[in-house]
């Protein structure tokens, strides 16, 4: 199924996001080490976003087929950049979880984090630092 992005250049180094079927507007702009004025996320600010987005949703799906309650995960993302080129080198990610899971409920909704979208689509030479915190 395609979803389909608009995006329109604002000037100033910043872009108006917006999503097709929703319609919901995100606005980015460059952060301050790369001639912007840091006042939104930067395009890869979105993309380090974005994989703890996908993580918890995907163990949301879980949890939610299998009757485990996921109300307190919450995650801390950091992004590192790398120069020559200028890419994301680094990305720390701590996933906070919720308390009284089970061993294997933890293995499973590990598992299923590491499966989802964004994580499968990252290049294979950004380190990733990824832990879940119980």
């Given at each position: 199924?395609?979803?389909?992005?608009?995006?329109q250049y604002k000037g100033d180094l910043r872009v108006e996001l917006t999503h097709g079927p929703s319609k919901c507007v995100?606005?980015?702009?460059?952060?301050?080490?790369n001639n912007g004025k840091g006042e939104s996320f930067s395009p890869t600010d979105?993309?380090?976003?974005a994989l703890g987005a996908c993580?918890?949703?995907?163990?949301?799906?879980i949890a939610k087929r299998d009757g485990i309650s996921l109300n307190e995960v919450s995650f801390r993302a950091e992004k590192h950049m790398a120069e020559n080129p200028r890419r994301i080198g680094k990305?720390?990610?701590?996933?906070?979880?919720p308390s009284g899971l089970t061993d294997e409920q933890k293995?499973?909704?590990e598992r299923a984090a590491h499966t989802c979208p964004v994580h499968q689509s990252l290049r294979s030479d950004i380190e990733q630092d990824i832990k879940f915190i119980y």
């Open positions: 199924m395609a979803v389909e992005i608009k995006g995100i606005n980015t702009d460059a952060p301050v080490d979105l993309v380090v976003s993580m918890v949703t995907i163990m949301g799906i990305i720390i990610l701590e996933i906070k979880m293995k499973k909704l």
